[in-house]
């Protein structure tokens, strides 16, 4: 996942700088805050089949601990960073995906899907999407780790 903070100039000049996307016309001005570019791109990468989950290790370990809490939601933008300019957006996001699933498919379809969700909800321009698998999921590698593994052996 690249941090927006370390990025090259050349991607910097790309993004105009601004801290919300901001449209404007005749009537007046609409702002977009980072955080609905955010959850736009959290949802739309949710959406398509094959990702497991979004963020890294200790992202979705501290996702499953809030998700604990009462009344604690879980974060929809976890996973996903972006940098928003007046008329263009950068979004970075971080996926576990199904065991199974080509990852060079599941990755055009997420960048379709985020493109289209961003674009079409908020007016920006998508410059760039990047995707980071951090790794992927077996199926039943959850389900063991509540309870103990019967080995047969007398504990």
Known sequence: ??????????????????TTGALVSKQGTTTIADT????VAGLATREVSGVYALGGGAARAFGALRERIPGASASVSQGVSVEVGEKQAAIDLQILVEYGVSIADLARSVRKNVISAVEQMTG??????????????????????DTKNDTGRVL
């Open 1 to 18: 996942m690249t941090n927006p903070a370390t990025r090259t100039p050349a991607h910097s000049a790309e993004v105009e700088k601004a």
């Open 36 to 39: 609905v570019v955010s959850k």
């Open 124 to 145: 920006l321009e998508v410059v760039e999407v990047n995707i980071a698998v951090s790794d992927v999921h077996i199926p039943g590698d959850d389900e063991g780790s």
